[in-house]
């Protein structure tokens, strides 16, 4: 078990632990990776025991929080992926049925509620247990003398590996591979029951059969879930990034107490800083705080705010970071803090000095990145703030209807994009043969055109910039022609025909040109030489679908030149140095 858990470290790693029944179930867990783990744990026997490394979402990384979790007899005992939206009222409700909970965890939830359910068959428990749960998840139950896991999932990976005479469940192949190449994916629904010689499914209250597959994959490949690289991997990942960073809590609850202070007409002003990547997500951000709060809104890049930043009285400062390590952001917190600023840090890994430091802390929850290059913690920063300032947006109930059911529908929004990326591999290998290309966008499409031209050049080493569309007569025109690409985003907003201007402009200085628009928007049909279409959203959301194009042609152009994606040169993931 401790070896498959080292192969699916890439999931997660700040914590882990393994429960294995014999006599009693023993549990051993701890916030430390999968190798110190093995070297902690006394030797013990045990034919059936499940696993767990985590990535904390919620509550930090602790002894207590790792997971398995166990019920209130230390009989019932469960590991999960994924996250359990509705966990609070749930927690509470055992609570005042005498339910014992020692983690922060919303995972804890499901050995309680099983327990609650049990009546003699463990697996009817865990279908009666997951009846009151919403929200995403892969799970393993072991019973304290059963003799069969059940697993179960939604919206969660979870596999059967057969082996002679030993089963194995896994959050995803690598896990397993050394032992077995007979594979089972579970599909969304079931819920299987597994003991060493019998695999057997139901779904929607039924018995139902699932097909064998052959994996063919080497141990290597698998390691990144068949995926070429973690960049691609993360990519594909980004639905799921978007459901479970949006979850359930989509305007439940009052998430930032100073920005309802500030929409109702407070006097401070707010700030987003950031680097990298990040920083783009708070030009992003910028866009939407003025258009659905109409707030006074700054978005600095925190290298340069750390020496020339002025700090307005009453400044809520917003810092975004994926690492919540980046020693710029890091200092400029400290800045904010020292003359009293309030700062919430948007991170994506609970635990880091950002998250510390900051006054509040809001989680995305895109799971490890690895790929030096960000892209599915990008989104998920989005999310959070589009989750964020619809909260306090200052527009017509309509349109708010409309922007939350567009933001539900973000995540498949994203999965057509992907769909299409033969399409965009297509136009990569056309592109793949410059050594400039240029981005432009206007509006909330201009920190896109930046962060295309950044994840171009980073994993490619093309040089690539990013424009405001408007500004290519003010200097770059000098620079187009035959042998200079642009790569044009048309928004259907206000900016639209200005965009069309100049991506004439543009066509009549002889470079060659691809456009980003809407499903149904012929406009730069005869202008351009390729045309990419995007699903139609609000043009506030239209970051979201035009940036996971841009991810995907510059990972097929870095993938074409033969370039190392995952760690480009002179990189680093996190940058803990001014
Ligand atoms: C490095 C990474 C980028 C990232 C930037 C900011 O340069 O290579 O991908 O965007 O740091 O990192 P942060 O962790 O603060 O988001």
């Not at 002003?269 to 700054?298: D, F, N, W």
């Not at 209807?401 to 498949?412: G, I, N, P, Y």
């Not at 909330?444 to 962060?451: F, Q, T």
């Not at 206000?494 to 470079?511: F, P």
Request: charged share 20%; proline share 4%; with cysteine.
């Amino acid at each position: 078990m401790l070896n498959c858990l080292g192969h699916l470290e890439y999931r997660g790693y700040d914590s882990c632990g393994i429960a294995v029944s014999n006599s009693s179930i023993q549990v051993y867990k701890d916030a430390v990776r999968v190798a110190e783990l093995k070297k902690a744990i006394p030797p013990f026997e045990g034919s059936l025991g499940i696993g767990h490394t985590r990535w904390a979402t919620h509550g930090k990384p602790s002894r207590t929080n790792a997971h398995p979790h166990v019920g209130c007899q230390n009989e019932i005992t469960v590991v999960h992926n994924g996250i359990i939206n509705n966990f609070l009222p749930l927690k509470q409700k055992l609570i005042e049925e005498g339910h014992a909970f020692s983690s922060e965890t919303d995972s804890e939830v499901i050995p309680h509620l099983i327990e609650k359910y049990y009546a003699g068959d463990l697996e009817k428990a865990v279908e009666r247990a997951l009846a009151d749960v919403k929200g995403s998840y892969a799970i393993i139950v072991m019973g304290y003398g059963e003799n069969a896991l059940i697993a179960a999932r939604k919206d969660s990976p979870l596999i059967i590996a057969l082996g002679d005479h030993e089963n194995y469940l896994a959050s995803d192949v690598p896990a397993i591979l050394d032992y077995s190449s007979r594979v089972i994916y579970l599909e969304d629904g079931d819920i299987a029951t597994v003991t060493a010689d019998n695999v057997s499914f139901r779904n929607g209250g039924k018995s139902a059969k699932r097909t064998e597959h052959k994996v063919h994959w080497s141990v290597e490949e698998a390691r990144k879930s068949g995926y070429e690289h973690y960049m691609l991997k993360e990519i594909h990942e980004q639905p799921n990034v978007i459901r479970d960073t949006i979850g359930n809590w989509l305007l439940d609850g009052e998430p930032l107490e100073d920005l309802k202070r500030m929409s109702e007409g407070g006097m401070e002003t707010l700030l987003i800083l950031a680097c990298g990547t990040s920083y783009h997500a708070a030009m992003v951000g910028k866009y939407i705080v003025q258009e659905l709060l109409g707030l006074p809104v700054r978005a600095e890049l925190a290298s340069e705010f750390n020496y020339y930043g002025r700090i307005l009285p009453e400044t809520l400062a917003i810092a975004i970071t994926q690492s919540g390590e980046t020693a710029d952001v890091l200092l400029a917190i400290k800045k904010l803090k020292d003359v009293g600023c309030r700062v919430v840090a948007i991170t994506n890994v609970i635990g880091s000095r950002v998250s510390r430091l900051a006054d509040r802390t809001i989680i995305t929850r895109a799971g490890p990145e690895i790929s030096v290059a960000a892209t599915k913690s990008f989104i998920a920063q989005l999310m959070v703030i589009y989750w964020l300032m619809m909260h306090y947006a200052r527009v017509e109930p309509k349109r708010q209807a409309e922007l939350v059911l567009q933001l539900r529908q973000m995540a498949s929004r994203v999965a057509q994009v992907l769909d299409k990326e033969s399409e965009i591999a297509g136009l990569a290998t056309y592109f793949a043969k410059y050594d400039d290309i240029f981005f432009i966008g206007r509006g909330i499409n201009y920190p896109v055109a930046l962060e295309g031209a950044l994840k171009l050049k980073e994993i490619s080493y093309i040089h690539a910039e990013g424009f405001a569309a408007g500004e290519l007569k003010h200097g770059p025109f000098a620079l187009l022609g035959p042998n200079k690409p642009v790569i044009g985003i048309v928004t259907n907003d206000a900016t639209h025909q200005a965009m069309l201007t100049n991506i004439r402009e543009v066509k009549a200085r002889g470079s060659p040109l691809a456009t980003l628009v809407s499903e149904g928007d012929d406009s730069t049909d005869t202008l351009a030489d390729f045309v990419i279409t995007v699903p139609q959203v609000d043009p506030l959301f239209s970051p979201v679908v035009n940036t996971v194009v841009l991810q995907l042609l510059a990972y097929h152009i870095a993938r074409v030149r033969g370039c190392p994606i995952d760690f480009p040169k002179n990189l680093a993931k996190s940058v803990t140095v001014e």
